[in-house]
């Protein structure tokens, strides 16, 4: 018998500990993943309900060998099994699935919904990128005009996460927008008023940081563009003249007629709680509230999304460091909040699951930290579609641990397709009510 037709035993071989591939559609049969290592002796009664008289196996990845058979044929009818296994395969391939092997209606209606919902957000997304790129644009020419059309951005974001419903951020893939959509004061602005309901904060006050938040940075245009882009350390003259940007921008947006108390925040974006930010050393006690949120999530973005992509930090990294090695620096509840809002697996996580297989973290499960949502893609090269994964709902899986980016191999990086630049956008209600 050959390698490649030992590959394939009969289901009465199956036990515990066999790594599997089952030759259909994942619609086509009610496990989470086509291939998997066998668990339990339930997941082989529900092999063996879906009609299959053979499938393959893949013994480097087994914990044991498959069960003598009680059919298994002599090795002089190799070709015979090769012959039935195609045609088993085939025939699974074509044939429409066995009613006791097609999952439920609902688990089909929310696998697409999860879809919709990624694609929603996506959308969004690059709208609300589009808008803002156009306002940061016509800042100092038209202000009036730069000033509305972030008013409206804000307030649009503002009405979704105050009213009722869970609010969870949605980390984008890249799949309908690229790279070049990305906007760190977009980020920041959305993560920001994620906080502000979970601080239960007034309209009010959200608006302000949210106008906040997506001007927070303009002052950087009057910063030379080899000091923001310098890969070695900068000089002391260099350091302060980039410090100067909060100054710039507080200045920047009195002249755009923007509130007074926009201009402060923008003003203390680089502040501290314990006196060691800039541009005037302020206190927590002397900070604008607002400020402390602005100060926080800033840092966050920026441990992921630095200028130099090389220098990112996994959103598990950032959070890691920002308690374990700045908490001194921030408001502790404000910092404890968006740990807690984002979970133990940040959404952007690239992750190992228990099955062996990888995804990224597009969304956190409020009510279940350690099952988030993930986006993983079947092994088959002829599947392209990503399929997202509630965790919650998949009690035989689970997150192994995270990683970097060079922890995954070419092809699942080429497929997975992780984007080098963590963008967020929110999901009110969406991913947790379907």
Known sequence: MSSDEAHYIDVSQLRVGLYIHLDLGWMGHPFTLSSFRIKDDGQIATIRRLGLKRLRYDPLRSLGEPLPSTAAPAEDDAATVTAAAQTDAAAAAEAPPRPEATPPVPHLERLAQLVHAVDECERKFVQASRTLREAQRILRAQPARATGAAQGLVDDIVDSVLSEGEVVIHALNGRHSGDEHYLHPLNVAVLALMLAKTLDMSEGDARLLGMAALFHDAGKDEVPKKILMKTEPLTRAELAYLQQHCEFGARLARQSGLAERVAEIIHQHHECVDGSGYPRRLTGAQMDPLACVLAVVNVYDNLC??????????????????????????????????????????????????????GVVISVNPAKPLRPFVMTYDTRPDEDAPLILDLSECSALSISECLRRRQLPDKVLERLNPRRRICYFLDRDHMSKV
């Open 305 to 358: 999304n630095p200028y130099h992509a090389n220098d990112a930090r996994t959103p598990y990294e950032a959070l890691a460091y920002m308690f374990a090695q700045q908490r001194s620096k921030f408001d502790a509840t404000i910092l404890n909040l968006l740990i807690k809002s984002l979970g133990v697996y940040p959404p952007g996580s690239l992750v190992l699951l228990s099955d062996g297989s990888y």
